[in-house]
């Protein structure tokens, strides 16, 4: 489905709905839940529609982060609805995107997160449940601060266990819990 500027506030409830209901509600991500709720995570719905407008607006986005503090704009998702409908397309992105932070000297100051509709783990079949945890209404680069990662990261008590729970908790929901967190799949 081709999103157009007039669809921006619907895929927008959409992503935050996703980040809502998935990613805090699962408790997928504990470190989501005090950025969401100060208000400090910034969504941003584009429709470009090839690879170097993406990458040109994800580094307006690290510029945007560099003029902000973590207290006023913690970080930043993107979603692209008019590309990548293949997830191997997207995946061979991500390796343009991680060029990109190094090409604009923020390998050590960012990092992205990536998520899809179609997200499949290497090792994995394409409807196993772990899957899930980075499936997403569109294609998203979630732009976050490294500091801030590793400072989450170190006061966690159990950082390392995040990614197991994180597939029990998904493999745990029913047919029915999966059709609503995952309308889109």
């Not at 690879?51 to 930043?76: C, I």
Request: hydrophobic share 40%; proline share 6%; charged share 25%.
């Amino acid at each position: 489905m081709a999103v157009s500027t007039q669809d921006i506030p619907q895929a927008t409830e959409l992503v935050q709905q996703w980040l809502e209901q998935v990613v805090i509600g699962l408790n997928l991500c504990p470190f989501a839940h005090k950025p969401y709720r100060e208000g400090l995570i910034r969504i941003r719905v584009s429709t470009v529609a090839t690879e170097e407008a993406a990458l040109a607006l994800m580094v307006e986005e690290l510029e945007g982060l560099d003029a902000s503090q973590p207290e006023t704009l913690e970080t930043t998702i993107l979603a692209f609805p008019n590309l990548w409908p293949d997830f191997l397309d997207y995946n061979d992105f991500l390796d343009l995107a991680d060029a990109c932070l190094v090409s604009v000297d923020r390998v050590d100051q960012y990092q992205v997160a990536s998520f899809h509709p179609h997200y499949q783990f290497g090792g994995t079949q394409s409807d196993d449940a772990e899957n899930l945890t980075n499936r997403a209404p569109f294609p998203l680069l979630h732009l976050l601060r490294e500091a801030s990662v590793a400072d989450a990261i170190e006061r966690h008590p159990d950082a390392e266990g995040i990614p197991e729970r994180n597939i029990r908790r998904v493999g745990e929901l029913n047919e029915e819990e999966r059709r609503a967190l995952f309308p889109w799949l």
